[in-house]
């Protein structure tokens, strides 16, 4: 099993940057993809950024050229820069990793972090 842990979020004011970082530990295989979520307050959990294994990157739509995803595969962490950020962007944020386990293929979360943007 996969434990993730977030770190970084914050209240930051409008046009401001934050930088989320997760670490993963525990037991398993390998790690694949790795990525951020976020959660409005009365809005449903949305991708914001994913890192594949040995893939491209994808972003939502709302964030492309404002925030970067980064992975260090030897340390099993994922970090998301956050620039010009926006209250739109107000949520909690979670880390989701899917790796092999003993059990096969499981997909783990963070407790979230939150990230508040004042206008």
């Known amino acids: 099993q996969v434990q993730l842990v977030e770190s970084g979020g914050g209240l930051v004011q409008a046009g401001g940057s934050l930088r989320l970082s997760c670490a993963a530990s525990?037991?398993?295989?390998?790690?694949?993809?790795m990525g951020w979520y976020r959660q409005a307050p009365g809005k449903q959990r949305e991708l914001v950024a994913s890192s594949p294994s040995g893939g491209r990157p994808d972003y939502a739509d709302s964030v492309k050229g404002r925030c970067t995803i980064s992975r260090d595969n030897a340390k099993n962490t994922v970090s998301l820069q956050m620039n010009s950020l926006k209250p739109e962007d107000t949520g909690v944020y979670y880390c989701?990793?899917?790796?092999?386990?003993?059990?096969?293929?499981?997909?783990?979360w963070g407790q979230g972090t939150q990230v508040t943007v004042s206008s």
């Open positions: 525990g037991s398993y295989f390998s790690i694949t993809a």
């Open positions: 989701h990793a899917d790796a092999y386990t003993v059990y096969g293929k499981k997909g783990s």
